[in-house]
């Protein structure tokens, strides 16, 4: 998938790996948050990413001109995970509307552990 942005200047096209990369870095910014996930769907196993893969745990898909974004994470024991998701998805649509001018419609979280350090 590959985003299309039109303006006087003439048309931007931003990969989908470049959507997948910014979203995880901001998400990976914010307080709380330990790593992203993987889920392997034929299993059920959870696997951890580090930076290097941290697209795997982000899925976007583009519906009316707009972007849904869902991330598997992993948080840390102790904080309110309903806080640190609210965080979240607040940061991913800021930088990702900010860095891509995309319209962000929704952020679905999904937290797939916790890690005690």
């Known amino acids: ?20 990369k910014v ?3 901001a998400a990976l910014e914010c307080y709380g948050i330990v790593a992203m996930s993987s889920k392997r769907a034929k299993d059920g196993l959870v696997e951890w990413l580090g930076r290097e893969n941290l697209s795997k745990g982000v899925q976007v898909r583009m519906v009316d001109d707009q972007l849904d974004v869902d991330l598997f994470i ?18 991913v649509r800021y930088k990702l509307e900010s860095m891509t001018g995309v319209k962000v419609r929704s952020v679905n979280i ?5 890690r005690v350090q």
């Not at 299309?4 to 470049?18: L, M, Q, R, Y």
């Not at 999904?110 to 916790?114: K, L, N, P, Q, R």
Request: aromatic share 6%; net charge negative; glycine share 8%.
């Open 74 to 91: 992993v948080v840390e024991y102790g904080i309110s995970v309903a806080e640190v998701c609210k965080t979240i998805v607040e940061v």
């Open 23 to 25: 979203v995880g870095y």
């Open 1 to 20: 998938m590959e985003c299309k942005i039109k303006n006087s200047a003439g048309t931007i096209f931003i990969s989908e790996d470049v959507m997948l």
């Open 110 to 114: 999904s937290v797939e552990g916790i």
